[in-house]
Each structure stands twice: as C-alpha cells, then as structure tokens.
C-alpha cells in the first residue's frame, strides 16, 4: 500500500482568447502527511495516459471528447478522473517516475523494504548506512552571528546569543 492518496474535489472553467475555454482539475495529493494541490487541464491527463501505457497497463480514461460546458458531464469527468489516478496508485506497486512528476511529487531512489534502514544480523558497514536525502543544508553554521559585513544583521539570533552568553552586556 502506497502512502500517496490523490483526490480531484473540484474544477474550475477558464475562458482563452485564442481557444474556446477549458477546464482545470483541481487534484489534491496527501503523501506522507503533506498535501499539496496540483492544477491539470484533461489534456494533460492525456498526455500522461500516453506516457504511462509505455511502461504500465494504465486504466481506462474517460473519454477525450464530451461538451465540456455541462456541468453534469464535468462532475462525471472529474469522478472518473479521480477514480483513473486512484487505480493507478492501488494497481502498482512502484509508480512510474512520470506519474510521480505529474503530480508533482519528489521521487527519490528506493530501496526494497527489507533493507531501507540495513540489515541487523550483519555488521558490514555498508549494510548499515542509511541512504536518504539531507532534509536541509547550510551555506554557513546559521547559529554564528552575522558577520559584520552584513548590511541587515540577524536581530533575533543576536538578541539570543547575547541574552543566553551575555547577560549583562548592553545591546548596541
């Protein structure tokens, strides 16, 4: 089971002066506790059909030609929308990079579940080393104070520096 859940709660019209409108899905993505949304014309959702019957057997995608300008016939695309991304997820049990970049969600390198954290019956150091990627990285240690060159200092990182080394000195 995958930790990505996908949901397509609504959709908007968009009037174009060179085409005669179209319409945006809204679809919302929950991986790992983080939602995020992502906008999509059915044309796109096209595209990634194409892409995808590459490497998968994707499911059926509603059909390409309908009267985009009535609402019922939008609510059943947006249902079966929802529904084709739903079944991709629950269908497979790697996604396909290209389904990952459609919805805008980073992919990193896995490794297969028994050995995503090494493996304790051996000691061998590269059985023991976790592969992930830095949550956050530094130019510089963000806990010294600025350096005097800076035009704006840290006023914050000051003020605490000097309250907890510093008591008793004046601020400037």
């Not at 493996?119 to 806990?143: C, G, I």
Request: aromatic share 10%; net charge neutral; proline share 8%.
């Amino acid at each position: 089971m995958h930790s990505v859940r996908v949901s397509i709660p609504s959709f908007r019209s968009e009037e174009n002066s060179t085409d005669k409108g179209y319409t945006v899905f809204k679809i919302e993505v929950l991986m790992n506790g983080r939602q995020h949304t992502v906008e999509k014309r059915y044309s796109e959702f096209h595209a990634l059909h194409k892409m995808l019957k590459k490497s998968i057997k994707p499911p059926e995608i509603p059909s390409k030609h309908v009267r985009n300008w009535i609402p019922k016939v939008l609510e059943q695309r947006r249902q079966g929308l929802e529904f084709y991304l739903q079944t991709i997820i629950m269908e497979n049990e790697v996604l396909p990079k290209i389904f990952l970049d459609f919805l805008n969600i980073r992919h990193f390198p896995s490794l297969p579940k028994t050995e995503s954290c090494g493996s304790f019956e051996t000691e061998s150091e590269e059985s023991s080393k976790l592969t992930h990627q830095p949550a956050m990285l530094f130019l510089r240690d963000p806990y010294l104070l600025p350096s005097t060159h800076d035009t704006f200092s840290n006023v914050v990182i000051e003020g605490v520096i000097h309250g907890v080394f510093y008591p008793d000195l004046q601020p400037r």
